[in-house]
């Protein structure tokens, strides 16, 4: 799903993404405008996102074709990406094109889907959940089925592994200025601190809804700390030491 608020009153977009067809609602005037529609096993759309300050619609496939509409269902551009399905998409103000596969690789592209020449000295392992650009300055974050997450620059550079030991992050996004990341694991969401120029980069600032605390327990001579934690990443100990637990 994606929401798009037009800058003009009359306008304001909701895509949904079905089996076959990727539907645009017009939510103020309550009409529908068919966007694409499939035919076929391994060619229906797998994820639906909106380019910043363009009234353009990024589609992406499982049959590994990225697809850029505008918002009357004309079809800008359209290439083949990936040998598998692309899974996440994201665009950054000034057409910058990120996208994902559900085999772990990147692509990087314009809005006419011309490729650029940019890649990252590292690889993923898993499905690329999710991929986000930076509003203020550019960077983009990818986050992989293993919760693996990386910000980088536009430049291809990490800036910063936030990655968790104790947590497999499913979901994030940044705040509108840029200065924040929100990541959620099971029923907690926690925010980020990821201005490099802020004296708190990299750290956590904020986190809610955590389900469980371990506040005042103690681990010293307990048994099974070396057991795989509830999340499926690193140790109990880890886990509970995480939570406000003590050795």
Known sequence: LALRRTQRESESYYSGRFRREVVLFDLVNGTTIPILSVTGDMNYPTVVRFAP????????RYSGHLQVFDTKGRRRAGRRVFDRAVTAVAAGPDGFVVC?????RIGFFNLQLVPM??????????????IEVNPQTGDFAVLDET??????????????NLTSGT???????????GALLATSAGSAVYVFDVKPS???FGQRLQKFGQAVSCEGMRLAGAKGLDAPAPSGKGTLGEWLMDRGATG
């Open 167 to 177: 947590e497999r992050w499913t979901s994030m996004a940044f705040d509108p200025q």
């Open 198 to 200: 802020s004296p708190t």
């Open 147 to 160: 919760g693996a997450l990386d910000v980088w620059s536009r430049g291809g550079a990490r800036r910063i």
């Open 100 to 104: 994902g596969s559900n085999d772990g």
């Open 117 to 130: 020449d940019i890649s990252l000295p590292t690889k993923y392992a898993r499905k690329i959940l999710r």
């Open 53 to 60: 300050d363009e009234d353009l619609l990024l589609v992406g």
